[in-house]
């Protein structure tokens, strides 16, 4: 049992968390590279092509497809909002806001989708088009299985995917 003073850290070295955060932030890093040259990181172009396949979307819709906190996606849709990429509503009679890309932002994102393709294409073909398609369905049946331990409020399985 690896001990550290007092503490007992048996099992650590298998935490999903760690694993799949360390994994995330090498995966974000090649696609924030590779958009570099576009102004735009990974995280704003999965945001907008979120909105772009579902527009005009709710914040608590986008949300839950991208399995993100309310609060969290807020800030960012604020700095896309700024930036003149996308329009958010007034409250419609249901209290919900809707998202849609301007002009702005659908220029910006076409702008940005052959970096994301050619970070995407290298990805795909160094693991393997088969292993890619293989995790890509593990990785959507874990984050489904997650939301479904974290609560039912968290629901994701009727969004589509924000990108593919």
């Known amino acids: 049992m690896p001990r550290v003073g007092n503490l007992d850290l048996t099992g650590t070295g298998h935490c999903a968390s760690f694993h799949l955060r360390r994994t995330a932030r090498a995966v974000t890093r090649a696609y924030d590279t590779a958009l570099l040259e576009t102004g735009m990181r990974s995280t704003q172009f ?59 932002g659908a220029r910006a994102l076409a702008r940005s989708l052959p970096a994301w393709r050619k970070v995407q294409q290298k990805l795909v073909s160094t693991i393997g088009s088969e292993q890619w398609n293989d ?30």
């Not at 329009?87 to 806001?97: A, F, H, K, L, V």
């Not at 593990?138 to 409020?153: K, N, Q, Y």
Request: glycine fraction near 6%; charge should be positive.
């Open 46 to 104: 999965t945001m907008l092509v979120g909105i772009a396949k579902n527009q005009p979307v709710s914040i608590g819709a986008l949300a839950n497809a991208l399995v993100m906190d309310a609060t969290t996606l807020t800030r960012g849709l604020r700095l896309l909002h700024n930036d003149g990429l996308i329009t958010i509503s007034n409250r419609s009679t249901m209290r919900q806001r809707f998202l849609a890309l301007t002009r702005k």
């Open 135 to 164: 995790l890509r369905g593990r990785l959507e049946t874990l984050a489904h299985t997650v939301v479904a331990i974290d609560g039912p409020s968290k629901d994701i399985s009727s969004e589509k995917p924000a990108s593919s």
